[in-house]
T-cell receptor
């Protein structure tokens, strides 16, 4: 089945040790997103790509970076994780309206849960 | 700033006991309101899009409605498999907001057999 796959599902790191989370999709969607979700909180958009165009949210810390080398893959880099960065990181995709996408219909992966020691 | 407030935070129902979840929103120019279901430890799963006041959408035991200030997710005769967190999100119209969803914290629904 076409889907959004995130790796790893669980990541444990030490304070300040860089982490990379990956996301791949077989849906061929042109828009990809990274959301951060802390326990019992709303998912918070960090950034999104429209094709190769990167769109950063104004309140996303510089500690968070992203790469999208091709349509299928997207990476989230956390350069120096702090205790406050422990969360579930959700990758999602959507199809542009022009390509027949439904507004607000995002396809999420199962998430990568980050623990910072 | 767009805001989404969901209530109650948690709801416990007996199987077959119908109820409603509420989503109040504040957004400058609503493009759409969306409902998602999230199972524990999983990513959210899309349920509905509502575009304008008065619109309704149905899927199995779920029915979503929209007014100018809030949306309701009605659950009719729920089953234990309906247990999940239900998230509401809004999207603002125009420009760079086209691809941003602002989510609420969700309502944790538990349906007991």
């Amino acid at each position: 089945d076409a889907m959004v796959i995130q790796n790893p599902r669980y990541q444990v790191t030490q304070f300040g040790k860089p982490v990379t989370l990956s996301c791949s999709q077989t849906l061929n969607h042109n828009v990809m997103y990274w959301y951060q979700q802390k326990s019992s909180q709303a998912p918070k958009l960090l950034f999104h790509y429209y094709d190769k165009d990167f769109n950063n949210e104004a309140d996303t810390p510089d500690n968070f970076q992203s790469r999208r080398p091709n349509t299928s893959f997207c990476f989230l880099d956390i350069r120096s994780p702090g205790l406050g960065d422990a969360a579930m990181y959700l990758c999602a995709t959507s199809r542009d309206f022009a390509a027949g996408g439904i507004s607000g219909e995002l396809f999420f992966g199962e998430g990568s849960r980050l623990t910072v020691l | 700033e767009d805001q989404v407030t969901q209530s109650p935070e948690a709801l416990r129902l007996q199987e077959g006991e119908s109820s409603s979840l509420n989503c109040s929103y504040t957004v400058s120019g609503l493009r759409g309101l969306f409902w998602y279901r999230q199972d524990p430890g999983k990513g959210p799963e899309f349920l509905f899009t509502l575009y304008s006041a008065g619109e309704e959408k149905e899927k199995e035991r779920l029915k979503a409605t929209l007014t100018k200030k809030e949306s309701f997710l009605h659950i009719t005769a729920p089953k234990p498999e309906d247990s999940a967190t239900y998230l509401c999100a809004v999207q603002r119209r125009g420009g760079g907001s086209n691809y941003k969803l602002t989510f609420g914290k969700g309502t944790l629904l538990t349906v007991n057999p």
